[in-house]
């Protein structure tokens, strides 16, 4: 038999091709109404073929990476003596300051003072117009646990880059940010209270991505305040880090709802570098290149 592709006439080839579509899609329909009688006649014969029927995603098909931490004994024994361990191990309260790039626009200042309503002990501080290594030193003298800076770019009208570093002694890690809305964009810009958010981090599976999601814990005081219900997320898909912050209400007893708060944005992560902000002979721990990406299926976090 031939195949459309064969038949050299464009009206012939169209004719051919619709009539074998609707064959199969009649062999198909056939098939169903054969298997949903058989189905109906013997139930365990669609709770068999139920679980066997998972679709193919990029996620439940990506590649297995040796870097993937599950129970790695290893792991949990370096968290004892990371950059971190005081948060985790002392209680350290965190102390953030975020500020800016030189000159910033209004967009940028007005998403600095939104991204620090994040987390509960940030302030917000004018850059001026001095380097991030001297705020780096600013910061330590006045025992700050974290400096953010964040950019922008002109051109493109609106944040697009932070800075989160780690202090007194690192790491340092740049992403770059896409999908920003503040809060009056959501939702008409509900009224947030002070209280301390609670902290969910999804799928940071390897030990890049469990450095990470340990550093976003780092940025909230340890013990959340229940009774003000916010929850802040940080949700890992395909190494792009989804950011949303919500509140969630009880309509009754058994019923709840979430109401969205902002700002929400996406991240992805683009180096981590040992010690504090250094360009120039810096340590890079990962450094994203375009070369690395050989396959849809390979993730990083």
Request: aromatic letters at 12%.
């Amino acid at each position: 038999m031939k195949t459309p592709r064969d038949i050299k006439n464009k009206h012939k080839r169209e004719d051919v091709y619709h009539k074998q579509k609707a064959e199969r899609n009649r062999e198909k329909h056939e098939e169903r109404k054969r298997r949903k009688k058989l189905e109906d006649a013997n139930p365990e014969l669609r709770e068999e073929r139920l679980k066997k029927n998972i679709p193919r995603t990029i996620e439940n098909a990506k590649e297995y990476q040796e870097a993937i931490v599950g129970d790695d004994e290893e792991v949990f024994a370096d968290e004892d003596t990371d950059e971190f361990a005081s948060y985790f191990l002392e209680g350290r309260a965190p102390k953030m300051c975020v500020t800016t790039n030189m000159r910033p626009s209004k967009d940028l200042h007005q998403f600095a003072k939104e991204f620090a309503r994040m987390f509960p002990t940030a302030e917000v501080r004018k850059r001026g117009g001095f380097e991030i290594k001297e705020i780096i030193s600013y910061c330590k003298e006045r025992d700050y646990t974290d400096l953010i800076v964040l950019h922008e770019d002109k051109k493109q009208d609106g944040p697009n880059a932070a800075i989160f570093i780690h202090l007194p002694d690192g790491p340092t890690a740049y992403f770059k940010l896409s999908n920003i809305k503040l809060s009056h964009e959501i939702n008409g810009g509900p009224k947030v209270s002070p209280h301390h958010p609670e902290i969910i981090l999804n799928n940071f599976n390897t030990r890049l991505g469990h450095t990470i999601g340990r550093y976003f814990a780092t940025m909230f005081p340890p013990v959340p305040e229940f009774e003000g219900r916010q929850v802040v997320t940080f949700h890992n898909q395909r190494d792009f880090i989804f950011v949303r912050r919500h509140r969630y209400v009880f309509e009754n007893k058994e019923k709840v709802k979430l109401q969205e708060l902002g700002p929400k944005f996406t991240m992805k992560l683009r180096w981590l570098q040992k010690g504090t902000f250094d360009t120039k002979y810096g340590d890079y721990e990962w450094s994203f290149a375009q070369k690395m990406e050989t396959s849809r299926r390979k993730f990083f976090l």
